[in-house]
């Protein structure tokens, strides 16, 4: 027996109408994105050279110091910020932030 096709379209309507309606209570994101270290090597670095670009500000007081009475101060930098997480992440984002930040102070 064959259908005319809009008897089809209007019994597959009452077919979908007949289905309880579906609610969603609440969407959320998973904890953890399982799928980066499936992405190709090329594309998750993208992603680390991206998050190279955060800004960050970085505070230098600086300290003056006197070594002994009558010479002039010694002039200390104290740094206080921390490291890019980028380069605390993992070895691979490291690899790729090296090629974006330079090491400014040794100690």
Request: proline share 11%; with cysteine.
């Amino acid at each position: 027996m064959t259908v005319p096709p809009g008897e089809m379209s209007s019994r597959f309507r009452d077919l979908l109408e007949q289905l309880p309606k579906l609610t969603v209570t609440e969407l959320s994101a998973p904890p953890i994105f399982t799928c980066f270290p499936k992405l190709p090597l090329e594309l998750r670095n993208k992603i680390w050279k991206h998050a190279c670009y955060q800004p960050r500000d970085i505070n230098f007081p600086m300290v003056l110091k006197w070594q002994h009475e009558g010479e002039r101060p010694s002039r200390t930098i104290i740094l206080r910020s921390r490291n890019p997480a980028v380069l605390c992440t993992t070895f691979e984002s490291r690899e790729e932030a090296k090629k974006h930040y330079a090491l400014c102070y040794e100690p």
